[in-house]
Structures are given as structure tokens and as C-alpha cells.
């Protein structure tokens, strides 16, 4: 059973650091682009951000640029998203996703992700 479990998600203040993991089971992601979406209250799905299969390519939503740093460990398949200087707009649910097939294109497309972890809270508070 494939499965993708997030962690490192809670309370923070405006201009802490959060750092959220994602653990994949049940098989290898390392072929594939992972990344990182977020949905608020009463808002879709927004990509947040995304890594090449090698680590060696990042993508980023203009909102997090700067803030925000992806990274990627295929030896533990697991993939991270550091999150400096937190803002109140950050606060939803963080979903940990890997695509569907091996070097996949088009990363800040949702539709391209096949496999979905439950989530993890962030919550900002100002």
C-alpha cells in the first residue's frame, strides 16, 4: 500500500519557521517529481512547490518565493519543505503529493499528482 505521511505541521507566529517532512511508503518516489500544495479554509488547492526527481530543479509559488525551500532525500524517500518568516496567509492544510508517473512534467499542476498524503495543519498566527 502506497502511502505518504506528513509531519512538522502546527502552531506558529507571524516570522517563525516551520519545517514540514513527508514520508513515502510502499514505493519508491525517487523517479518521480514530489511537491507540496496547500488548501485554506473555503479556498482550492494551491501548489506551494515542487522538486525534480534529482533534487536538482525547484518550482515555487510566487507567494512563498523566498520564504519557502523544498528539498528532497531519495535515499529515505522523503521530501521537506522549510518555511521561514511565516505569515498569517500561510495557514491551511499542507498536502505532501507525488506525480504519477516517473519524470513527469508540468509540476504545479495538480492533475499531474497521483498519490496524496493526508495533510498537516499550519496554523499563523499574527
Known amino acids: 500500500q502506497v502511502r505518504l505521511v506528513e509531519s512538522g505541521g502546527g502552531l506558529a507566529q507571524t516570522g517563525d519557521s516551520l519545517r514540514l517532512s513527508c514520508v513515502a511508503s510502499?514505493?519508491?518516489?525517487?523517479?518521480?517529481?514530489m511537491g507540496w500544495f496547500r488548501q485554506a479554509p473555503g479556498k482550492e488547492r494551491e501548489f506551494v512547490a515542487a522538486i525534480s526527481w534529482g533534487g536538482t530543479t525547484t518550482y515555487y509559488a510566487d507567494s512563498v518565493k523566498g520564504r519557502f525551500t523544498i528539498s528532497r532525500d531519495n535515499a529515505k524517500n522523503t521530501v521537506y519543505l522549510q518555511m521561514n518568516n511565516l505569515k498569517p496567509e500561510d495557514t491551511a492544510v499542507y498536502y505532501c503529493?507525488?506525480?504519477?508517473?516517473?519524470?513527469?512534467?508540468?509540476?504545479?499542476?495538480?492533475?499531474?499528482?497521483?498519490?496524496w498524503g493526508q495533510g498537516t495543519q499550519v496554523t499563523v498566527s499574527s
Open positions: 510502499g514505493r519508491t518516489f525517487s523517479l518521480h517529481v
Open positions: 503529493a507525488a506525480q504519477k508517473v516517473p519524470f513527469g512534467s508540468n509540476p504545479r499542476s495538480p492533475g499531474e499528482y497521483g498519490y
